[in-house]
């Protein structure tokens, strides 16, 4: 049975401690932002004269009142903390106020009244490209030789593909609380996926050096890559208050502002090209991929980075051309949210093959198959897939699930109802492991065993319901051969582990698991030393670790884990390591655009069965049926859940989760009334996993894989299985691969020529 993640139970009771519910110290004052009500302008005055009246102001920051530089951004120095003269978003901060509490600073910050002059303002990613206007250069990956692989082609098939945001809808919203310290120093407790982007960004906000932050998470109520670099800002606006007044100070945003002022997942436009010879084979692909990156670059470029590399998904296909563009809008600036614009890519791929399956006659799951990775196959950015489990898992899902039945099922029901009609689909997912970004493949972690045999651990994982403590622990635990109970996780903290990276591409387990096995190992080894010394015996192989007690040569010896701890401690032995782990053989080359650029992939088969109602336009997902390469898993029921999570949390992407905006770029989508996410009604009663079992090994800590982003892609199954069964009851609709795929869009394409 799997350890189960003991912040569940704190969860589900609410008394997880979030940033909102930490006791703060008397004289603590509380912050409100004041952000731009314009798309796109100039800031001519900014009157607080009403605001200052209020009782209970303490001061009103602007961005003359940062000390250092009023930047945050973190790849590309491009987004102020506090704007200067212009706007480019509705939502984008202006002032902060402070005060004794934050009914008052909320109060008085609608009180602040900004004139403006008015700009045009650009929200469509490809107008946006046409007027030249990109965060980045744009950046092709190739393989193979496009042009002439068309004339090899007998099939060529081109379309359009949008899809759309999506909110990230952390339980917590973003928040801060900041509180002075001894020698200028400043305590940031931070809801962020980040520590050491928080620490690095406000000392240069106050022109300090980075010791003198520490940043301390305890774990965040939800992330999904919302809190990557979107909660530096709020961090920094506390850090500049207590800078200010020398008081503590916390920032807590309401979902209604969260909502408004925070980017979300990226829309993208995009234009593929697809070409096969008659035996289904894909000779040629070629896409073209608009991304909305909102006003400012925050991680779109890296976001961009992997649309590249996910270009084709789980397939293979020798000649390749994909161009990406960021392109610079006046929305809110879009960031990270779980698979980190691989989704967005896959789901272009997709499309492409729905359509050519359709022109030749044929179901999607024909041309899948036969194109799926093999052994030995190259991506288009050089790398060589070395496994076998793309196939492994497409077959055994057909087996398990008996896919031929469900389709016959599926016919026959269809013909024999005419306002209800089902579909299924199948989807392959293939996701490499790693920050593409090489750098970041590093974590430490600092492991004490205290006198009394318990274990305290650091590292540079932030838990954000993920279950990365637990699988942590667990991983001490297994080096140890100790009771799990006498593992604690501390908070992350920048002070006890330094250069952290960000908690996100899936990696955290493996990064930072891998660094405390080596660490606890370090231990180990010492323990190993010492014990022989104790036992008085001669040979160190002969030591073994197990459940708590120390064995010579397969017998147990009357050494304790507790007695051998207590003993080493008297004999002044060192029981703390730290250890440092950074992914062995990876790399990238962004001029070339080729390299080994991940630790290893992840793959899977999912089966996704809908009931669509055709008169209404309504719909149930019945089912998902997944088989998934998880490597050995260290928790199953943890993998399970993120499975679950991701899967549901795509179908909302997919199917019902609309991020609007009017014309003039105020977000419509702005409440849980106005933006439907998946509940417990929505979600599919049958979820089946199966996890694939493999010999294969891999970089993971006791050969375990990353789970985190991957599943959220089966989800696109569930698209296609929608728009089949639309398919069944109007063969003649022209399809729109438009996600998400509203009961709205459903309805009229039901009744659509
Ligand atoms: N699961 C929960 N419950 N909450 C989250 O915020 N974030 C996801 C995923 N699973 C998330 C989650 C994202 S976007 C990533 S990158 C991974 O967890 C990060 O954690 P890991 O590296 O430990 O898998
Ligand atoms: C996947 C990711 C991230 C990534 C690359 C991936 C990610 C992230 C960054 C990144 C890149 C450059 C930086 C930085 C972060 O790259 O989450 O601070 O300077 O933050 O393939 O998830
Ligand atoms: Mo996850 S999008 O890499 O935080």
């Avoid at 670059?297 to 990406?324: C, G, Q």
């Avoid at 190259?378 to 060589?384: A, H, K, V």
């Amino acid at each position: 049975m799997s350890i189960k993640n003991k912040d569940t139970i704190l969860h589900v009771q609410g008394k997880s401690q979030f940033i909102d519910d930490q006791i703060v110290p008397e004289g603590t004052l509380y912050a409100a932002v004041v952000s731009s009500s314009i798309a796109h302008g100039k800031i001519l005055k900014i009157d607080d004269e009403e605001a200052r009246k209020i009782n209970g102001i303490v001061c009103i920051l602007t961005a003359s009142d940062v000390p250092g530089q009023n930047q945050i951004g973190n790849i590309i120095k491009d987004e102020t903390l506090l704007a200067e003269n212009d706007v480019h978003y509705i939502g984008q901060p202006i002032a902060v106020i402070l005060a004794t509490d934050a009914f008052t600073a909320r109060k008085a910050a609608k009180k602040i009244n900004i004139r403006y002059e008015a700009f045009p303002a650009v929200f469509d990613p490809r107008e946006a490209y046409k007027n030249g206007s990109l965060i980045a250069p744009e950046r092709t990956f190739s393989c193979g030789n496009i042009d002439d692989a068309w004339r090899k082609c007998d099939v060529i098939v081109e379309g359009r593909v949008e899809s759309g945001g999506q909110e990230h809808l952390y339980l917590e919203t973003q928040g801060a609380f900041a509180i002075p310290m001894e020698h200028g120093k400043l305590k940031v407790f931070s809801s962020t996926q980040s520590p050491t982007i928080v620490q690095k960004t406000i000392a240069g906000i106050l022109n300090i050096l980075m010791h003198k932050i520490e940043v301390d998470v305890l774990r965040l109520g939800g992330g999904f890559g919302g809190k990557e670099d979107q909660a530096t800002a709020w961090a920094c606006m506390a850090a500049l208050g207590v800078w200010k007044t020398g008081k503590p100070v916390k920032l807590v945003l309401r979902r209604h502002d969260d909502l408004r002022m925070t980017g979300k997942r990226h829309p993208y436009s995009s234009d593929f090209k697809i070409g096969l010879t008659n035996d289904y084979k894909i000779v040629a692909y070629e896409a073209m991929f608009y991304q909305n990156a909102g006003a400012a670059a925050d991680l779109s470029t890296a976001i961009l980075e992997r649309t590249l590399f996910h270009t084709t998904n789980s397939y293979f296909i020798p000649n390749v051309k994909a161009t990406a563009a960021s392109c610079k809008t006046n929305l809110p600036p879009n960031t990270a949210f779980r698979g980190f614009g691989s989704p967005q890519a896959m789901f272009v791929i997709e499309s492409a093959i729905h359509k050519a399956a359709e022109k030749m006659g044929v179901d999607s799951s024909i041309i899948q198959h036969i194109n799926l990775l093999n052994e030995g196959d190259e991506f288009p950015f050089g790398m060589t897939y070395k496994s076998k489990t793309a196939h492994e898992c497409w077959d055994n899902a057909q087996e398990l699930y008996h896919v031929n039945e469900i389709i016959n099922e599926i016919k026959v029901f269809n013909e024999q109802n005419s306002a209800v009609k089902k579909g299924m689909a199948l989807m392959p997912i293939c996701f490499g492991i790693s920050f593409t970004t090489t750098f970041l493949n590093q974590a430490s972690a600092l492991v004490h065993v205290y006198s009394d045999g318990s274990v305290g651990i650091s590292t540079a994982a932030v838990e954000m319901g993920q279950g990365v403590n637990t699988k942590i622990r667990q991983t001490a635990a297994r080096v140890f051969s100790i009771d799990i109970e006498r593992v604690f996780i501390e908070t992350t903290n920048t002070t006890r582990i330094a250069n952290t990276s960000p908690t996100a591409a899936s990696s955290a387990a493996d990064l930072n698991g891998n660094a405390t096995r080596i660490a606890c190992e370090q231990i180990l080894c010492r323990l190993r030393t010492f014990a022989l010394e104790q036992l008085k015996q001669p040979d160190a192989s002969k030591i073994d670790f197990r459940d708590e007690t120390i064995f010579y040569n397969n017998q147990p010896t009357a050494l304790t884990w507790e007695i051998l701890i207590g003993q080493a401690y008297i004999n002044r032995q060192n029981l703390s390591a730290h250890a440092h782990y950074a992914t062995p053989a990876i790399f990238f080359d962004r001029a070339t655009e080729k390299g080994n650029a991940f630790a290893y992939h992840v793959c899977g088969t999912a089966i996704s069965k809908v009931t669509l109602d055709c008169l209404r336009g309504t719909y149930t997902i019945d089912a998902v049926k997944i088989v998934h390469d998880g490597g050995t898993s260290i928790n199953e029921l943890i993998d399970r859940g993120q499975i679950e999570g991701a899967l549901v949390q795509g179908i909302g992407w997919l199917t019902m989760e609309e991020v609007l905006y009017d014309e003039a770029g105020i977000l419509l989508s702005n409440t849980f009334s106005a933006y439907k996410i998946p509940d417990i009604q929505f979600t599919p009663t049958d979820i089946s996993i199966h996890f694939l079992e493999s010999d294969e090994t891999n970089l993971g800590v006791f050969n375990s894989k990353a789970i985190g982003e991957p599943p959220f892609m089966y989800a696109i199954g569930t698209y296609f299985a929608l728009i089949n069964a639309i398919k069944a009851f109007n063969p003649n609709v022209h399809i729109k691969y438009d996600a998400p795929m509203t009961p709205e869009k459903a309805l009229l394409s039901l009744y659509s020529a």
